[in-house]
């Protein structure tokens, strides 16, 4: 399905991130997995694709900082000679009441899940454009389409990729460049581990599949967008939520 297909994916060592990665490489992509400091997790990932036969390095990058996303992209084209697919899925939370918000906090929020991802998809573009073919993928939330309690910074960050996806798919388009984004609803990883009990009960409650997904079934929908099974596809938001929202 990726065979030879040369993949970034940012934020790779856990959760989606390292089911996108793992999956890939099995479609026989050849992966390159980003993080930004725990190198531990990724050692344990990059033997799990190798035993498995798969292809796979580690490069270290904060996708926040520019100098950082721009050798992330670089060395991943100097690696492989190549660059097909990138995934911008590197995110985080930092949820308060709309009142208790730090700025700080607001600003966090919008470096990594904004802004990382302009970083990454400008200098990825450099390449795809004169290979005149490529595909991104963004990482977004339901939560950027219906907004959520608590997450002003995180909804706001969202809303905003799923703008930026639209916009680039635009700019790209006439180049074979395609550019989509992935909506996961409740997804069981690290980041929703931090919520409480009773908050997965009452979100299980509303959710119509009546359980979390797993990242696995994200990563499903974002390897069919970077295949060529999705050449016709750009501009588009999949939400990948147990019908969550519709
Ligand atoms: P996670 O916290 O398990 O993984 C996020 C990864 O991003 C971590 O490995 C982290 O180290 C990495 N990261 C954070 N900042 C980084 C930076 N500056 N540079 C490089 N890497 C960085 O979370 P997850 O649940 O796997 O989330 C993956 C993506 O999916 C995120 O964009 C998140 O917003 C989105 N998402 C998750 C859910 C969910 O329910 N889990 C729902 C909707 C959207």
Redesign the pocket.
């Given at each position: 399905m990726l065979n030879g297909k040369v993949a970034v994916i940012?934020?790779a060592?856990?959760?989606?991130?390292r089911a996108i990665a793992l999956q890939f490489a099995e479609y026989g992509a050849k992966v390159v997995i980003?993080?930004?400091s725990s190198i531990g997790q990724v050692e344990e990932l990059l033997t799990t694709i190798k035993n498995a036969g798969g292809e796979a390095i580690a490069i270290q990058?904060?996708?926040?900082r520019e100098e950082e996303a721009k050798k992330l992209i670089e060395e991943a084209k100097k690696h492989f000679g190549r660059l097909d697919v990138l995934v911008n899925?590197?995110?985080?939370t930092k949820d308060n009441l709309l009142m208790r918000m730090s700025e700080d906090d607001f600003n966090s929020v919008m470096d990594?899940?904004l802004k990382?991802t302009f970083l990454c998809t400008k200098h990825a573009a450099t390449i795809m454009l004169k290979q005149r073919s490529g595909k991104i993928i963004n990482?977004s939330?339901v939560v950027g389409l219906t907004g959520n309690m608590g997450q002003a910074n995180y909804a706001a960050s969202k809303a905003g990729v799923i703008g930026m996806t639209k916009a680039v798919a635009r700019e790209l388009a006439c180049r074979g460049i395609t550019v989509n984004a992935v909506a996961?609803?409740?997804?069981e990883?690290?980041?929703?581990d931090q919520l409480s009990e009773k908050v997965k009960e009452a979100t299980i409650a509303s959710i119509p599949l009546k359980r979390y997904g797993v990242?696995s079934e994200v990563a499903n929908v974002v390897s069919f967008l970077a295949s060529e099974a999705a050449n016709y596809i750009t501009g588009q938001v999949l939400q990948v939520d147990g019908g969550l929202v519709m």
């Open positions: 940012t934020g060592g856990r959760g989606i991130g980003n993080y930004r990058a904060d996708i926040s899925n590197a995110g985080i990594i899940n990382g990482i939330s996961p609803g409740f997804i990883t690290d980041m929703t990242a």
